[in-house]
């Protein structure tokens, strides 16, 4: 669907009282030269799973520490606009202080701690956290609920476990945290197509039943734009098009550039007539 169209607007134009993230012409400088975002502008409505797609490069991991308040540890601010999470402006706290206030982000490459055992990665997500040990037992538990093979391995140390079962460590170390959202960077990277299809089954059941919202950052389109209420893609650190998950699925561009539904040299869509005379949101 064209973004042209009212039902595709939903997100980009979400209230802030349904939106619970929402980036308003966000510019990313690097080393104080190199502009990486150019103008980013996106909302995550309350509840709601919104992919983020695009090539290498294109912007995805920086929008998401942009978010997670991880850039100053690669020399990177966000010099321009402002980015909101649950009606706050979060872009000068500390990556601690957003975790309290329930953003968590599960980093590309998942970023185990090899030498903890599966058990031990868990509760380090945790360690935020005031209300008690018998409240983070509770959550432990509701862990290896969504993710039982995590529980045949607690003991295993986490360096030594396949890369689909650090994937769900990873995200079961954020969920122990209690998030209202989960910032999820390249989840399918390194996994058989199997595994990709059960972690976001697992998404899908996490934020139906616990109401956790999910921004996604993913190069398989495909499998993301399955399970996405919303998406948008970035290309060269702009969003060239969103809307409905189901729509951008369909869509002719889409399906040419990162559905592989066409023949041809990949273009740009600053090649298309239609992405030219798009109206751009700010």
């Excluded at 309350?46 to 290498?56: E, F, P, Q, S």
């Excluded at 599966?118 to 005031?130: I, K, P, S, Y």
């Excluded at 039982?148 to 170390?173: D, F």
């Excluded at 209420?229 to 561009?253: F, K, P, Q």
Aim: proline share 3%; net charge positive.
């Amino acid at each position: 669907m064209s973004t042209a169209a009212p039902t595709a607007k939903r997100a980009a134009s979400a209230p802030a009282s349904e939106a619970i993230l929402s980036l308003n012409n966000v510019e990313v400088v690097y080393d104080h030269v190199i502009l990486v975002l150019k103008g980013v502008s996106l909302a995550v409505p309350r509840g709601a799973i919104v992919a983020l797609l695009g090539g290498n490069g294109a912007g995805k991991t920086t929008t998401l520490k942009a978010i997670s308040n991880l850039l100053r540890s690669e020399r990177g601010e966000v010099t321009k606009g402002a980015i909101l999470f649950d009606g706050a402006e979060v872009q000068a706290l500390s990556p601690n202080e957003l975790v309290r206030r329930g953003c968590v982000q599960v980093m590309e490459g998942r970023h185990c701690f090899g030498h903890l055992t599966v058990e031990e990665n868990l509760l380090t997500g945790a360690f935020t956290r005031r209300d008690g040990r018998a409240a983070v037992v509770r959550d432990l538990e509701l862990v290896y609920s969504y993710f039982p093979r995590l529980k045949e391995r607690r003991n295993a140390l986490a360096g030594y476990t396949s890369g689909g079962e650090q994937q769900m460590t990873a995200i079961g170390r954020a969920l122990m945290a209690r998030p209202k959202m989960i910032l999820l960077d390249e989840p399918s990277m390194g996994l058989a197509p199997q595994l990709v299809e059960e972690i976001f089954e697992i998404v899908k059941e996490l934020n139906r039943k616990e109401a956790v919202s999910f921004l996604l950052a993913e190069q398989n389109a495909s499998i993301a734009l399955k399970y996405a209420d919303y998406g948008y893609i970035l290309e060269n650190g702009r969003v060239v098009m969103h809307g409905e998950g189901r729509s951008l699925a369909e869509n002719a561009d889409v399906k040419e550039f990162y559905l592989g539904f066409a023949s041809g040299e990949r273009k740009s869509f600053r090649d298309i007539k239609s992405y030219r005379r798009r109206k751009r949101w700010l």
